[in-house]
């Protein structure tokens, strides 16, 4: 619920007069109490035992504002910034009572741009590909349960495991981007189309931190990043496909001369049908591939299996996902169900057997008001012997709440009690 403070004028700060037309404050706390656990790892002494904890899911403040330029034309702006109302800093970083709430203003949704007729035009650090399928997925941000309960705990990687070469399970595709350039269309009958460009250096987890955009002898190459998402939503229909490359992502600086990274595509497809009892039934593909930058990554430790034997070397991974999001809702009732399959990892010099997962999400939500309601979840994944896809955030997985990665085989489960206010 949006509270909006319109031409403000304030006296006795250094004797300045403050205008602004129009500026909205809003926000949500969602906060969660759960029993997580992880077991049936490959590797002896990797399991985590099954431990209480409090953890953040998302909660986030956010300030915005318009100004009528005319002509048909709006200048806005927003400024959007996690809450770590735990000591797992929000979604900002894994848990650490040394750093507990580290949280610094503009860390999500963070922009400003001119709309029109035309359209809209915006620049600053903005979602890139990972969020596109927020209508199809019933859990997207707007709700009481985490992060746990999406279909992007399989979709959004790849789930292979941390080896030297840094290439494990943080191959995330897609990520709120800095320095995004950004031109989402009108919608006609239901359609749009939106274009972003990021010139900022990424990671490969796709943090939108890391090399040097610029291409000189003894840097790093440039990394650039382009994303395509045209949308449909029309009535009791939605639908949507995105389309994502990182060029030379991960790249070092100073790793040589004109060194280059890892070139990611991400591509995922979906749509949902919403019937008028309330029950809506969505379904989603996805399919991501890594290029390695320098062709060799070890992959020793998954048993990749080729003509002549097991390899651990290769140039390229690609995995496809699907999975089938559905939800109920009646009065202040919603139940969440979601299950998502994820195939085996394939290089070029082959298969990686049993490297796929699968996933089960089961979730009740009750709205005590519009604005405030209370949660019970189940997550559950299961990765196969050389797999070790995670909870998406990572603030709320089990790599980042053990400190030591997950390893190969590992199976997270979480139950969880959670709580949401808007504000």
């Keep these: 619920m949006k509270q909006k403070i319109v031409a403000l004028a304030i006296a006795g700060l250094s004797g300045a ?16 109490v759960e029993s997580v656990s992880a077991g049936g790892a490959t590797v002896a002494g990797a399991n985590m035992t099954s431990r209480s904890r409090v953890s953040d899911n998302g909660s986030n403040i956010r300030f915005a504002g318009t100004e009528n330029l005319g002509n048909g034309l709006t200048a806005w702006w927003q ?5 770590g109302i735990t000591d797992n800093q929000g979604s900002a970083a894994a848990p650490t009572a040394a750093a507990a709430n580290a949280t610094t203003l503009g860390t999500r949704n963070t922009a400003i741009g001119i709309k029109g007729a035309w359209g809209d035009f915006y620049v600053g650090k903005w979602d890139v590909h990972y969020n596109s399928g927020n209508t199809v997925d019933t ?23 941390a080896t030297a070469t840094g290439l494990g399970a943080a191959n995330a595709f897609g990520g709120r981007f800095n320095n995004t350039i950004s031109y989402v269309s009108p919608s006609l009958s239901g359609f749009a189309v939106a ?30 990043i382009w994303a395509l998402n045209p949308t449909y939503n029309n ?4 639908a949507f496909y995105s389309w ?46 890594i290029e390695v930058a320098d062709g060799t990554a070890s992959l020793a430790a998954l048993g990749v299996v080729a003509t002549g034997g097991s390899v651990g070397v290769h140039a390229r991974r690609e995995r496809t996902a699907w999975a089938l999001p559905i939800q109920y809702v009646t009065g202040p009732h919603r139940i969440n169900f979601a299950y998502a399959s994820a195939g085996n990892l394939k290089t070029d010099v082959g298969t990686v057997n049993d490297s796929g997962a699968k996933a089960l999400v089961l979730g009740y939500e009750y709205s005590l008001s519009k604005r405030t309601s209370v949660a019970v979840l189940y997550s559950a994944i299961t990765n196969g012997a050389n797999a070790a896809y995670d909870f998406r955030e990572t603030s709320v997985n089990i790599a980042g709440g053990n400190g030591t990665g997950l390893a190969a085989g590992t199976d997270p489960r979480t139950f969880q009690l959670a709580v949401r206010h808007a504000f």
């Design 139 to 161: 859990v997207n941000g707007n709700d009481a349960f985490s992060s746990r309960a999406q279909v992007l705990n399989i979709t959004h990687g790849n789930g292979a495991v």
């Design 17 to 32: 007069t403050f205008a602004q037309s129009n500026v909205a404050i809003s926000g949500v706390l969602r906060v969660g």
């Design 79 to 83: 400024m959007e910034s996690a809450i």
């Design 244 to 289: 994502m490359k990182v060029y030379n992502g991960g790249a070092v600086v100073g790793a040589g001369a004109n060194a280059t990274g890892n070139h990611l595509v991400g591509q995922r497809l979906g749509g949902a049908y919403t019937l008028p009892m309330g029950l809506k039934f969505g379904l989603v593909w996805d399919k991501n591939k």
């Design 235 to 238: 009535g009791p229909v939605t």
């Design 195 to 224: 274009v972003r460009h990021s010139t900022s250096g990424t990671t490969l987890a796709g943090s939108g931190t890391g090399a040097n955009e610029v291409t000189t002898a003894g840097l790093a190459a440039k990394s650039t």
